[in-house]
């Protein structure tokens, strides 16, 4: 029992405990909250709008004048069976096994 009691007193200290995020960002509007957003290659994005710019990424406009968030995705190399062998397309974003 005093085993337990401990854990929850240990649990309740590093409650309190934990700082407040470094990554935490605080926003103020602008002025022109319908500025759109600034995508990877310099072009533009109004807020709300999501784009594909290629096969691994999308991107979208979250906040007015910021850049567009992007995210891009992580692929796993496949493991194939003969005859099939691993195939890169630039139309898909992944690799994935085709017969040559």
């Given at each position: 029992?005093?085993?337990?009691v401990?854990?929850?007193?240990?649990?309740v200290?590093?409650?309190?405990?934990?700082?407040?995020s470094?990554?935490?960002?605080?926003?103020?509007?602008?002025?022109?909250?319908?500025k759109?957003?600034?995508?990877?290659?310099?072009s533009?994005l109004?807020i709300?709008?999501?784009?594909?710019?290629d096969?691994?990424?999308?991107c979208?406009?979250?906040?007015a004048?910021?850049?567009?968030?992007?995210?891009t995705?992580?692929?796993?190399?496949?493991?194939?069976?003969?005859?099939?062998v691993?195939?890169?397309?630039?139309?898909?974003?992944?690799?994935?096994?085709?017969?040559?």
């Amino acid at each position: 029992m005093q085993a337990v009691v401990g854990l929850t007193l240990i649990l309740v200290g590093l409650t309190f405990a934990v700082p407040r995020s470094p990554l935490f960002v605080e926003y103020t509007p602008e002025k022109d909250s319908n500025k759109p957003c600034t995508l990877p290659d310099g072009s533009t994005l109004p807020i709300g709008e999501t784009v594909q710019p290629d096969p691994c990424m999308h991107c979208t406009c979250l906040i007015a004048g910021w850049d567009a968030a992007c995210a891009t995705a992580m692929c796993a190399l496949p493991l194939c069976e003969l005859p099939h062998v691993v195939t890169y397309s630039k139309d898909h974003c992944c690799p994935y096994c085709a017969v040559p």
